[in-house]
Each structure stands twice: as structure tokens, then as C-alpha cells.
């Protein structure tokens, strides 16, 4: 069988790091059906996984931020209308905290509502489009053994702003699909300092979560 024929414009190949830049470059190409195969079985479950969401990923209003906008909108009012009555300082100061916090987040969450159906969907359903034979796309390949389950195997797609992950999930054999959509920007929230460092410092590393949530809960409780 003559692989790039079947594939029908698809290039597999292994996935080469290139420096400075956290995406994969295509190496060698993939001439075993084998791997192909294996590979297929990857993108296929990736577009199912899309056709199967397409009321929010591929609609022409309907965008995967709108619950958290809603979410946002729904918190944000009442706690802006809680803050009028309190009293203590602490907690104002606190309050006022979250509720900048929670504003930058609905500003975040609304750029990026917008830059997904500018930007970000139409590049989704142009890959969708080659991915399905209309087009010349890459898959690139990294990770262990195909026909291993004992080991992860993944494939990586790639449109200028959209960075596609799918992965086979060591063990289990489930796949997971992760889209990561690049110069989407962030935003920097100042809050003011309600814990000292000895308990700050282990949540800034993440240790409340782990071991450090022991000290943590002495900390507090003293």
C-alpha cells in the first residue's frame, strides 16, 4: 500500500523539538502502516470528539467561554452589591480583591469569546476540512511505543494559532484532546496580603494541596 496515497495529502512524522519554541517540527516521515494506523486512530477520536461538541466548538454564535461569561456575570453582580454593606475593613478590602479579580477575568473571558469566533474557530474548521481529505495537513508524532499501552503516545496538530494534543492515555488506552489556542494574552491581578509568609509561601508553591497542607492547617489554627 502506498501510504501518502491512502492518507490523501495527511504527512505523518516524528516530532522534532526545535529550540526555543515549545512546538514540534516534523523529522522523519512515517512509513509504516502500522504506526499510521495507530496514528489514524488518534485523529479519528479527535474529530469524533469535535463533531460530538460541535454546538459550541464549530457554531456561528455559540463559543466555549459563554458559561464561564455567565458564570462570571452572575457572581460578580450580587457581590458588587454585597460589598455596599460591609462594614469591617478586612473583609471589604478582601471583597474588593475578588471582585477586581473577578472583572479582569470576565474582560479575559470576553477577548477571548471574540478572538474564538474571529480567529480560533475558523482555523479548527479548516483543519477539520484537511484533516478529512480536503487539504495537505501535518500530524506530528512523539512519545513511546505505538503499540504499547504501558507507554504514552501522542500526536500533535498545529494551525498558526491553535495548538491540538491528543493523547493516549498510558494503561487505560482512553484518549484524551487538549486545544490550546496561543497570543491569547492574560491579564495581572494586585491583591493585597491577607496571609503571612509562612503561609504563603507554601501555597505559592502549591503545598497546600500536598504535604504542606498540614502545615498550613496548624499555621491557621494558631
Not at 496515497?5 to 516524528?14: E, K, P, T
Not at 458559561?67 to 454585597?82: F, G, S, T, V, Y
Not at 470576553?110 to 479548527?124: G, H, N, V
Not at 487539504?135 to 494551525?159: C, K, Q, V, W
Request: charged fraction near 30%; charge should be positive; hydrophobic fraction near 40%.
Amino acid at each position: 500500500m502506498d501510504v501518502s496515497m491512502a492518507l490523501n495529502g495527511l504527512r505523518i512524522c516524528w516530532g522534532v523539538r526545535i529550540k526555543g519554541s515549545r512546538r514540534l517540527k516534523c523529522g522523519e516521515e512515517v512509513s509504516d502502516p502500522r504506526v499510521v494506523e495507530e496514528t489514524m486512530k488518534l485523529i479519528n477520536e479527535f474529530m469524533n470528539r469535535v463533531e460530538k461538541h460541535r454546538n459550541v466548538l464549530l457554531n456561528e454564535s455559540t463559543t466555549p467561554f459563554d458559561n464561564a461569561i455567565n458564570a462570571l456575570r452572575n457572581w460578580l453582580m450580587p457581590m458588587e452589591e454585597k460589598i455596599k454593606d460591609v462594614s469591617d475593613e478586612g473583609i471589604a478590602n478582601l471583597s474588593i480583591a475578588m471582585i477586581n479579580a473577578g472583572r479582569k477575568m470576565l474582560r479575559l473571558a470576553e477577548r477571548a469569546r471574540e478572538k474564538w469566533l474571529r480567529r480560533y474557530k475558523p482555523e479548527l474548521v479548516e483543519l477539520i476540512e484537511k484533516l478529512r481529505g480536503g487539504g495537505e495537513a501535518a500530524i506530528i508524532i512523539r512519545g513511546g511505543d505505538p503499540f504499547n499501552e504501558d507507554r504514552s503516545f501522542m500526536a500533535h496538530l498545529y494551525t498558526k494559532h491553535l495548538v491540538v494534543k491528543v493523547e493516549r492515555v498510558v494503561r487505560s488506552g482512553d484518549v484524551t484532546v487538549t486545544i490550546s489556542l496561543t497570543e491569547l494574552g492574560g491579564v495581572d491581578v494586585v491583591t493585597p496580603k491577607l496571609f503571612g509568609d509562612g503561609v504563603l509561601r507554601p501555597m505559592q508553591y502549591g503545598l497546600m494541596l500536598t504535604d504542606g497542607g498540614q502545615f498550613i492547617r496548624r499555621a491557621i489554627q494558631k
